[in-house]
């Protein structure tokens, strides 16, 4: 995977302490408990290949491929002068392209741009999509002549997308950049980056698709019995209570995602203060409010909360904000069933021990948050195709759901006689909306769904294996570490 980042300062240490570890330290310790299984399988000889062979693959895995560091003047309004500071790196280039998120931070550093690449490895190889290459981008501070600074390497190497900081306009402004430089007469230049806007080549769906990735993470561990039953809780999702720790674009999506099924919000933390209501938050009359106040705080309909979102009694807690928000200092006091890691690493490895040992349910980052990078799959495909989805099979599909109503209304003539006049098929309102065809939007969350259902279903499958009960963080590492050892192994690396 790739990353890139800019920044002011000297970046952060790596591995921070143990108590309060680095966001790298943390990943590579999550890493380290799968490929300790790993390795201790094929010292048994049970699979995998000679041990010597085995421990290469697993450190070449494990470490940074490729970092690259850069800084250059910045003049302000006042006529000051700023050196900014820049990272890119790429974890993993075993499958090309390398993607991943631009991300413009105060507090970024080699190390957090390190660490995000190697998250997106694992997510992405945990998906299926792009099998672990991913770029991150941090900086500093912004502007149109510093995005368009960052030069994306080309839709089959290095595509960009949005994380902190970054959105539409962003990605908008790097592809025009590429397409008028480096990807002159390239046919697929607008491929370079994922997240544009629907008119330059952007996909529908692909705004709330972490928050959706979020829903269907939950919704193939709320419905399954098994893990249910484990944790005391009754499947499904009606009547069932959330907390949202950040209300930025993931929280608002995953918010009103999980409130259409059935469950209910009852309370919302932001980094200005937290808002509680027993009863439930609408999700559409809170967003509502802070696109009026800029600010969830004062909001009519809930009281303020004072005290941490994190220890609010609930279902379902869903950390969408920022990373190493649980730790062995809070981890006791969390009174959830179950924690979706919505943010990329909110958990330390001491507070996941505790979790396991309180019986709790985490759904891992790598997995339930990585519904943003599978639809930025799609809308890479889609770029490459040069055709939005389902526009070449639109009106066959159509054509052919009326031409299936005409045959089961002829066949129902016929056997019941024309002497009874004819038998008219009435289609369900479902099948009616159905019936006109698939738009793009419906292909993706469609794709996205299916997705997202057949990882759970590999991750599930891999905690059986190694009987791991409710450690799905280390069934999730497994199935990437699995994936990607696969590649090297077969690209004709021998031992």
Not at 93 to 111: A, E, I, N, T
Not at 112 to 127: D, N
Not at 408 to 427: C, N
């Amino acid at each position: 995977m790739a990353v890139p980042g800019w920044c002011r300062g000297t970046a952060s240490l790596a591995g921070g302490s143990p108590d309060a570890p680095g966001l790298l330290a943390m990943v590579e310790a999550f890493y380290g408990q799968a490929a300790a299984m790993v390795e201790a399988e094929a010292a048994a000889g049970a699979r995998w290949g000679e041990l010597p062979w085995v421990r290469g693959l697993l450190e070449t895995i494990r470490r940074c491929s490729h970092v690259l560091e850069l800084s250059f003047p910045l003049r302000r309004d006042g006529g000051t002068w700023e050196v900014v500071r820049g990272w890119r790196a790429q974890h993993s280039q075993h499958r090309l392209p390398c993607k991943g998120g631009v991300r413009f931070s105060s507090s970024v550093g080699v190390d957090e741009v390190k660490a995000l690449a190697a998250l997106m490895t694992y997510k992405c190889a945990v998906v299926g999509k792009y099998k672990g290459n991913v770029k991150h981008m941090a900086i500093w501070a912004w502007d149109g002549a510093m995005i368009r600074y960052f030069y994306s390497a080309g839709p089959g190497i290095d595509v960009l997308a949005p994380d902190v900081s970054t959105g539409e306009r962003e990605m908008s402004w790097i592809a025009d950049t590429y397409t008028h430089t480096l990807g002159y007469g390239d046919i697929s230049a607008q491929a370079c980056v994922t997240g544009k806007p629907i008119s330059q080549g952007g996909i529908h769906g692909r705004h709330s698709a972490t928050g959706r990735g979020v829903l269907h993470g939950i919704e193939n561990y709320i419905t399954n019995t098994d893990y249910m039953d484990c944790i005391g809780l009754s499947p499904g999702f009606p009547g069932k209570t959330f907390v949202l720790q950040g209300f930025g674009k993931v929280g608002l999506h995953t918010m009103k995602y999980l409130h259409d099924y059935g469950a209910h919000c009852i309370c919302v933390g932001e980094t200005d203060g937290a808002i509680y209501n027993p009863g439930g938050i609408d999700p559409k009359e809170l967003e509502d409010y802070q696109q009026g106040h800029g600010t969830i705080v004062g909001f009519p309909k809930a009281e303020p909360y004072d005290g941490s979102v994190l220890e609010v009694p609930c279902d379902i807690l869903i950390p969408a904000a920022i990373e190493k928000q649980l730790t062995r200092e809070n981890a006791p006091w969390v009174q959830a069933k179950i924690i979706a890691e919505a943010a990329n690493g909110p958990t330390t490895p001491a507070a996941h021990e505790i979790f396991l040992q309180r019986n709790i349910l985490v759904i891992p980052d790598v997995y339930v948050n990585a519904g943003g990078v599978t639809v930025s799959f799609f809308e890479w495909l889609k770029n490459l195709n040069h055709v939005s989805y389902g526009c070449l099979s639109f009106k066959y599909e159509r054509e052919s759901s009326y031409h299936l109503l005409q045959s089961v209304q002829h066949s129902l003539e016929q056997w019941f006689g024309k002497a009874r006049g004819e038998i008219p098929i009435i289609p369900s309102p479902e099948f009616q909306a159905r019936v006109t065809g698939a738009s793009e939007k419906d292909i993706v969350y469609s794709g996205l769904a299916y997705t997202m259902e057949q990882s759970a279903k590999q991750i599930m499958t891999m905690a059986a294996r190694y009987n791991l009960g409710l450690d799905q963080r280390t069934a999730a590492y497994l199935c990437a570490l699995e994936k990607v050892f696969t590649v090297y192994n077969e690209a004709g690396f021998t031992y």
